[in-house]
T-cell receptor
Framework: DADVTQTPRNRITKTGKRIMLECSQT?????MYWYRQDPGLGLRLIYY???????NKGEISDGYSVSRQAQAKFSLSLESAIPNQTALYFC???????????FGPGTRLTVL | KQEVTQIPAALSVPEGENLVLNCSFT??????LQWFRQDPGKGLTSLLL?????REQTSGRLNASLDKSSGRSTLYIAASQPGDSATYLC??????????????FGRGTQLTVWP
């Protein structure tokens, strides 16, 4: 089984809809991250969390919110989706060994 | 702010060649540097991680080096194979200040190895 899982893997939605992307991990890591990837722009950090009570904004947090429900779960929400939020979204954890980052398989989100 | 640059952006070579992918970073205050592989539409797979106190790491045909003072890392791929075709990304983990714990990515080198 994968250490970092994301659901859904693909989602098509309409402008204005509320969307939640979920991430679960079995690595026992405290640190979790949400990134988006766009062609030509690379990976950009949306939010990160160092433990259940610690949430931090990344470089592109506007239009997004997160919830750390437990050590193993970190959800990303788009309160009112817009077309320029169409992207590939990745969840990641960081921890042992050696502070390695482990990525989930990604969620491809399309906002029409 | 840390900026990570990868050169070249794309590389196409015949099978069997030895390759060097370059990564440079502007702030030497890094905790580690990690190289990833990404296949089209897929997630990122960690290849090698070099701690700031280390000079290099090796795994099979892959060797990564780190020179903090010059802000550079290289990924060396020996005897390339078509299965090595993918995008390779490097990422620097910040180790201090307001950016502690954040990973800064380059935009990647898209590698194609043809038979």
């Amino acid at each position: 089984d994968a250490d970092v899982t994301q659901t859904p893997r693909n989602r098509i939605t309409k402008t204005g809809k509320r969307i939640m992307l979920e991430c679960s991990q079995t690595k026992g890591h405290d640190r979790m991250y949400w990134y988006r990837q766009d062609p030509g722009l690379g990976l950009r950090l949306i939010y990160y969390s160092f433990d259940v009570k610690d949430i931090n904004k990344g470089e592109i947090s506007d239009g997004y919110s997160v919830s750390r429900q437990a050590q193993a779960k970190f959800s990303l929400s788009l309160e009112s989706a817009i077309p320029n939020q169409t992207a590939l979204y990745f969840c990641a954890t960081r921890g042992l060994p050696a502070d390695t980052q482990y990525f989930g398989p990604g969620t491809r989100l399309t906002v029409l | 702010k840390q900026e990570v640059t990868q050169i070249p952006a794309a590389l196409s070579v015949p099978e069997g060649e030895n390759l060097v992918l370059n990564c440079s970073f502007t702030d030497s205050a890094i905790y580690n540097l990690q190289w990833f592989r990404q296949d089209p539409g897929k997630g990122l797979t960690s290849l090698l991680l070099i701690q700031s106190s280390q000079r290099e790491q090796t795994s099979g045909r892959l060797n990564a080096s780190l020179d903090k003072s010059s802000g550079r890392s290289t990924l060396y791929i020996a005897a390339s194979q078509p299965g090595d075709s993918a995008t390779y990304l490097c990422a620097a983990l910040a180790d201090r200040g307001s950016t502690l714990g954040r990973l800064y990515f380059g935009r990647g080198t898209q590698l194609t190895v043809w038979p």
